[in-house]
């Protein structure tokens, strides 16, 4: 009976505590409750707790298992502040760690979950320097440390990380020069250190396999390596690069083996093509000589050539196709064959030793900016890159160009939104008949021929065109939220308006799409026509700039290229300068600030242009304030926008000369986010005031 009650209790007992038995394992436990109480035991992480608990089996909020190990942690955009803790190096079951678009600060933790994938931890406030221990997480794949603000120099931890495919260290203020190991990074594609301060050369990023590479706004020196010149995504600007001639590149390098190759094979052929040159000059002096000799027998000695001999007559093929191809550079070089007379000007060249063949193409050629960019898209394509449409299918889209489906209208032409059955909308701008009146034909496609080749990330991509029956039209994307003027002069009262970090946002976007068009495409691109209802957002609120490279149509169509975005100096098309999209896009900034239109007859008198009402009051505090957006509610930092104003104020300058160029107004912008600690990435459905800092 008593061994019956025992056994009773034992086996109670067990099963009292397999009951209780939690599902995770000790360590991960730990880790996860230090979290929570350096997380300043955040509310809004349901079940979390600091001591004990069960992550797996009570399901934590963004925490995900996979039999008694967490695996997973997703708390991106939670409103999160203070740091993440000290025992990151417990979670060693952990490949994705995703605590992006938080509040944290201070250092990041020096140790890491030790075999995460994906490590996603942009958009804090965290200082310090990237944590050494990185280089050994031999599995990672994916490393975000975007707009922190980071600092110090890159140790060179990155020679063991065969595996990371992204790294992005951008908006922070990392500095020195880039560490050697990054050139062990053999399956890196995407690389972005923008925003940095960066100097010496980028020779180490020669050899990667790179798709999508941004090193703009540092101060690095030097070249950009020739072997970076094919990558799809790649943006070099606001640095110091030399423009003289690139030396060689350091042995042991692919470029190094490519030019070497290349030199071996250059030599082979040059000294193939000059003993056939030789030759051939020695069989032309031979045949020159028995030509005299013949013609000297029937003609009076002081004549080498009867002036009645046919100059088109046919000779005997004198040369190889190694000297053929040496000719073939030459506007007044002839290829010398059996159907082709003897250019006699050439045979002389050939004598003398002056045609050669070209000389191997330089991989290790420095090119500035705009000449790497304009070779680069040389490179890629010299054909129109958008597709054409038939002038009936694009009735059919628009409803015969219905005024239903009529989006806008602007300067040369109407734009009409086309559906098609598979569900693609397209834009199009079809422009007015009378703008080609006394043009070549073939200017359209030349116009065509240039935009469709541009691509960045603010611009909106032409993807066809049509030029049929007296009709020009142009195909753009669309986008569903409409223009900048929209959002800003036609919202109702139920309608959510932007931010101050989004309207920051577009306006540093807007800069970078000119500073594209005027600094980096060769020769530059004049906007004409930059406006709030030329500027569209995408799903992300994200500025793409339209009309651009139309400005040969907008010369001389009107006096004024667009009230109230105009410069002082814009009597007429032909006056128009990049300094005058300058102060076009000052004028979208002073609406994005303070939700006026640029030119309102509604107003009194003294207010009715934007520039002259709002200019005066820039660099006055108390005036500013006033004259703030009021759909923002209040909801703006004050020292933000004093500096905004300031930037403003630079633009509309009266004087051309005293705005600043593109390249300037990006950094500016940038300064401006970078010491705001503005998120300029935020949650794009609702508003919320930022703290001010001093600086």
Known sequence: MNLSIVLFWIIAISIHIVGVVS????????????????????????????????????????????????????????????????QLSNLVSVTYFDLSKNNLNGDIPYQLPPNAVHVDLSEN????????????????????????????????????????????????????????????????????????????????????????????????????????????????????????????????????????????????????????????????????????????????????LDEDTNPHRSFTPLTSQELTKGLHNGDDRKSINSDTSVDIKALQNASSGLIR???????????????????????????VRAISYSLVDLQA?????????????????????????DGKVLAVKKID???????????????????????HTNLTEVVGFCSEQGHNMLLYQYFMNGSLHEFLHMSDDFSKPLTWNTRVRIALGTARALEYLHEVCSPSIIHMNIKSSNILLDTDLNPRISDYGLATFYKNRREVPGVGYDAPECKKGSSYTMKSDIYSVGVVMLELLTGRMPFDSSKARAEQSLVWWATPQLHDIDALDKMVDPALRGLYPPKSVSRFADIISLCVQSEPEFRPPSSEVVQALVTLVQRSSMNVRDDLGSSRRVDDYDY
């Open 23 to 86: 599902k995770t394992k000790a360590p991960d436990v730990s880790a996860l409750n230090v979290m929570y109480s350096s997380l300043n035991s955040p509310s809004q992480l349901s079940g979390w707790g600091s001591s004990g608990g069960d992550p797996c089996g009570d399901s934590w909020e963004g925490i995900q298992c996979s039999g008694t190990s967490v695996t997973e942690i997703h708390l991106s955009d939670f409103g999160l502040s203070g740091s993440m803790g000290y």
């Open 125 to 304: 406030s965290f200082t310090g320097s990237v944590p050494y221990s990185i280089s050994q997480m031999g599995d990672l794949n994916f490393l975000n440390l975007a707009h922190n603000q980071l600092s110090n120099q890159l140790s060179d931890m990155f020679g063991k990380l065969p595996k990371l495919k992204s790294l992005d260290l951008s908006y922070n203020s990392i500095s020195g020069t880039l560490p050697q190991s990054f050139n062990k990074l053999s399956s890196l594609t995407t690389l972005h250190l923008q925003e940095n301060q960066f100097k010496g050369s980028i020779n180490v990023l020669a050899d990667l396999p790179l798709d999508d590479l941004n090193v703009a706004n540092n101060q690095f020196t030097g070249w950009i390596p020739a072997t970076l010149e094919d990558i799809n995504n790649l943006e070099t600007v606001g640095n110091s690069w030399s423009t003289g001639p690139a030396p060689p590149p350091p042995p042991g390098t692919a470029a190094a083996n490519k030019k070497s190759n290349k030199d071996k094979s250059s030599n082979k052929s040059s000294s193939i093509s000059g003993l056939v040159i030789a030759g051939i000059a020695m069989g032309v002096l031979v045949l020159i000589a028995i030509l005299i000799a013949l013609i000297s027998r029937r003609s009076p000695p002081s004549h080498y």
């Open 357 to 383: 063949p070209p000389p191997p193409f330089d991989p290790v050629q420095a090119f500035s900016d705009s000449q790497f960019a304009s070779r680069l898209n040389s490179r890629r394509s010299t054909s």
């Open 397 to 421: 889209a628009t409803a015969n160009f219905s005024t239903a489906r009529l989006l806008g209208e602007g300067t040369i032409g109407r734009v009409y939104k086309a559906k098609y059955g």
């Open 433 to 455: 008949s009378s703008v080609f009146e006394g043009r070549r034909k073939e200017e359209f496609s030349e116009v065509v021929a240039i935009i469709s080749k541009l691509r």
